[in-house]
Nanobody, 124 residues
């Protein structure tokens, strides 16, 4: 059974940094694209960042470009999201998700497995 577990969320002041981790069990992540999504209260879930199975390409939402970095360590079966210069509008529950190769990163429905989410709260 595939399980994705996020960690690293918390409360941080605006301008601060957090590093989220997504550890997988029951699956070797190296064969899959991975995405980080977030959902704020009353808003739809949105793609924050995605990384190809090889790590060779990445994609970011315009709102986080230059501030967030997605990476993966396939040897550790873990994906990361480094978040710098955090803003109050980054406050949300952050989820990692797995996607088969060849799919559109932005297609939320094409992600097959999801973690339970980790809360990120940025105070002003």
């Amino acid at each position: 059974q595939v399980q994705l577990v996020e960690s690293g969320g918390g409360l941080v002041q605006a301008g601060g940094s957090l590093r989220l981790s997504c550890a997988a069990s029951g699956r070797t992540l190296s064969s899959y694209n991975m995405g980080w999504f977030r959902q704020a209260p009353g808003k739809e879930r949105e793609l924050v960042a995605a990384i190809a199975w090889s790590g060779g390409s990445t994609r970011y939402a315009d709102s986080v470009k230059g501030r967030f970095t997605i990476s993966r360590d396939n040897a550790k079966n873990t994906v990361y999201l480094q978040m710098n210069s955090l803003k109050p509008e980054d406050t949300a529950v952050y989820y990692c998700a797995e996607q088969s190769r060849g799919r559109n990163y932005a297609d939320t429905a094409s992600y097959d497995y999801w973690g339970q989410g980790t809360q990120v709260t940025v105070s002003s």
